[in-house]
């Protein structure tokens, strides 16, 4: 009997200034000018986190936001935006 795997998720906020770089995942190497678009390209088809959403900084933002004074505004709060990025 086969083990069921959850489907992984992620979300990854891009660069402003994408460059090609080499990606490596164990014996596997590719060049990607994003991350995510790597990552998908070296695991394994079972292993690739499904969706993936991609923003833009900018488009972070804007989404943050939108959500932040949504939430504030059901909730009745104040609309301050969290920012988790590092």
Do not use: C, H
């Amino acid at each position: 009997m086969s083990k069921i795997r959850p489907r992984l998720s992620s979300a990854v906020v891009l660069g402003t200034n994408p460059k090609p770089a080499r990606y490596a995942l164990r014996e596997s190497s590719v060049e990607a000018a994003l991350a995510p678009l790597a990552l998908v390209q070296l695991l394994p088809e079972d292993r690739r986190p499904s969706p993936i959403l991609a923003l833009s900084p900018r488009a972070l933002e804007i989404f943050a936001s939108t959500v932040a004074g949504e939430a504030a505004e059901l909730a009745g709060e104040s609309n301050d935006v969290r920012d988790d990025r590092v």
